[in-house]
């Protein structure tokens, strides 16, 4: 609202002074250059990822196993197939091990446990779980599963490895989204008779799907992408391997003893796996987001 | 309509429904002859529309106390509520109205730490007994809360339906046809079905607040309680909205009795029938609706309703 004829003391009130405007400026100028370091490393990585990855992908770098012949020319290398089908074999055991236990903990911690003691303990050891280098849980199946056993290598063992590290992942960002709900919508399906587990089946977990699939996408990224507990839980082999009870090739795993070769062919071969697991999550963020943007509208 | 009016349950078989069937030691089913629910069921039966209506029970608290941890928030409370009438509840904020509204459906006992002493009888049925399942008393005793609160990620029918859905014993306890009915005559009862029926199938939180509302109590009506208890209805909504759901409230006590807490004094000379005060978790006076307005006995009521405090 201006006022015709404001006199200038009047104006100087309202004017913005210079230190301000100074301030203003630093800050924004401290901002954006945070932003601007923090997208170099991730743009640098998707582009190397390309350059050197997308050069080595062909029809059969997709359909034929690593030849464990690293020395001759490059054609007789082969590809990633068992690499690829066991990274999805292991994930997907581990997942249908830790998401469903990872949700049922966080349900119990929101809806029954609450404040309690236990509830409180279970919240601890779950945080310190969360900071537990993977490594450790890949040495602590290794102990108890084949060392404790006597036995070798097998694609379970790495599954079993892999869930517990995302089991505190799921849990928290579960609980996270589990504590969102607003408790009037519990109140009002108890208060329509529904028993408690009803009231959580129908009601709340499906308001929180979309929520908790962050999380458990989040999960299956990071166990997508472990090296250290497969080394020697679920060791390496050249072979596609449909039996999780033997020795299962994996992503990481493949990079891993890929890129320490000296031969360039081989090296390449890391990138194109590389690029192919990040290309898969891409894949299975974007397939769960549209499943979970339809479940939403129906 | 139906022109002789749907069949009336027996006042008898109520609280054998409410209790437990595995109960071994189950009490004997109160004296018959019970005659709580008659004294509107002619009237009721004249003006329920296409609904099986049954009519309301009578609810009594008898020296009901309620805690949070150890602090007392309603503090021995005798009180009747009369089949098919409206009582409205008033009292200044934190009075305990909402507490004491809520141990009548036993919803005070979901609050980690809360309980309550003393009884709630629906009819001759003691809710509070040990015999007696939490689930059966909730669908005998509807509630509707402050805030609209539709389940968001169910459409209006399943909205409505999930009453029926979620308290049901086993699966296709209600076939789709008979479920349709119910939730049509819900709707009806609502006074929703007119601005809805083209659109069952889209989300019930596109409503609109007071259509929302409306479609929480059609949620409650579904089950076919006897008594419906309102935590201050209205306050969320504009006064469009807030006059639809007093109309409303009018037609439903031929079915239901009616427990309604607000804080709007001219909404409970509006509504009820009879008028509640309630002072610092006790029952300051309770008596019919023009009394308590107009020549209450306590002189807190007079100040209270006259304005010079709450």
């Known amino acids: 609202m201006s006022v015709p004829g404001a006199s200038a003391p009047q104006l100087a009130r309202f004017a913005v002074s210079p230190a301000r405007r100074r301030t203003d400026r630093i800050a924004r100028g401290a901002i954006l250059t945070a932003t601007v370091v923090a997208l170099i490393p991730l743009v640098l990585i998707v582009y190397y990822l390309l350059r050197k990855g997308l050069g080595s992908w062909s029809g059969s770098f997709f359909s034929t196993n690593p030849t464990g012949n690293t020395f001759f020319k490059s054609s007789s290398i082969g590809g990633i197939k068992s690499a690829i089908l066991g990274t999805v074999e292991i994930v997907a055991l581990a997942s249908a091990i830790s998401i469903p236990t990872g949700i049922g903990v966080a349900v119990w911690l929101v809806e029954y446990g609450r404040d309690g003691r236990l509830a409180s303990t279970v919240r601890f050891f779950v945080d310190v779980l969360t900071g537990v280098p993977s490594i450790v849980f890949g040495l602590f199946i290794y102990i108890v599963l084949i060392v404790g056993t006597g036995s070798t290598y097998a694609g379970y063992k790495g599954a079993l490895a892999l869930s517990l590290l995302m089991l505190p992942v799921v849990i928290r960002s579960a609980e996270v989204i589990l504590l969102l709900i607003p408790g009037a919508l519990r109140e009002s399906a108890l208060a329509l008779g529904a028993p408690r587990w009803r009231v959580i089946f129908s009601i709340v977990l499906p308001t929180a799907l979309p929520g908790m699939l962050t999380g458990v996408l989040l999960a299956i990224a990071r166990a997508a992408g472990e090296t250290a507990p497969l080394l020697f839980t679920a060791g390496a082999t050249l072979k596609t391997n449909f039996n999780l009870g033997q020795f299962t090739n994996s992503l990481p795993v493949q990079i891993y003893s890929d890129v320490t070769s000296p031969t360039t062919a081989v090296v390449n071969r890391a990138w194109g796996a590389a690029l192919t697991l990040v290309t898969m999550i891409l894949l299975l963020n974007l397939v769960a987001r549209l499943v979970s943007r339809r479940s939403r509208l129906a | ?310």
Not at chain 2, 50 to 57: H, K
Not at chain 2, 100 to 124: F, T
């Open chain 2, 1 to 310: 309509m139906t022109p002789d009016g749907p069949p009336l349950r027996t006042t008898e078989m109520e609280p054998e429904e409410l209790l437990k069937r595995d109960v071994a030691a189950s009490p004997a089913p109160p004296a018959t002859g019970s005659t709580a629910a008659s004294p509107d069921a002619d009237s009721a039966v004249g003006k329920a529309q296409d609904l099986d209506a049954t009519p309301g029970l009578s609810v009594r608290l008898e020296q009901l106390r309620a805690f949070y941890g150890d602090a007392e928030a309603v503090k021995g409370v005798d009180l009747e509520f009369r089949a098919n009438e409206v009582t409205a509840i008033i009292g200044p904020s934190g009075c305990g109205k909402s507490t004491m509204v809520r141990c009548i459906n036993r919803m005070h006992e979901e609050i980690p730490g809360a309980r309550a002493e003393g009884s709630v009888l629906l009819d001759e049925l003691d809710v509070y007994a040990s015999s007696v399942d939490v689930v059966a008393v909730r669908r005998a005793i509807g509630m509707v809360f402050q805030k609209p609160n539709p389940f968001p990620t169910m459409s209006i029918f399943d909205n409505v339906a999930s009453g029926l859905r979620l308290s049901s014993r086993r699966r296709g306890e209600h076939s789709k046809a008979a479920m349709r009915a119910k939730v049509e005559s819900a709707l009806r009862g609502a006074g929703l079905w007119e601005e809805v029926s083209e659109r069952l199938t889209e989300p019930g939180a596109g409503l609109s607040g007071g259509q929302q509302q409306r479609l929480c109590i059609a949620r409650s009506l579904a089950v076919d309680p006897e008594v419906i208890l309102m935590d201050e209805p209205c306050s969320a909504l504009d006064p469009t909205a807030t006059l639809k759901i007093e109309e409303l409230i009018e037609e439903l006590k031929t079915r239901v009795t009616i427990v309604i807490v607000t804080h709007n004094m001219q909404q409970a000379a509006r509504v009820a029938d009879r008028t509640a005060f309630m002072l610092d978790g006790q029952m300051v006076e309770v008596g019919p609706t023009q009394e308590i307005f107009t020549k209450p006995s306590d002189p807190r009521t007079e100040e209270y309703v006259t304005g010079k405090f709450g």
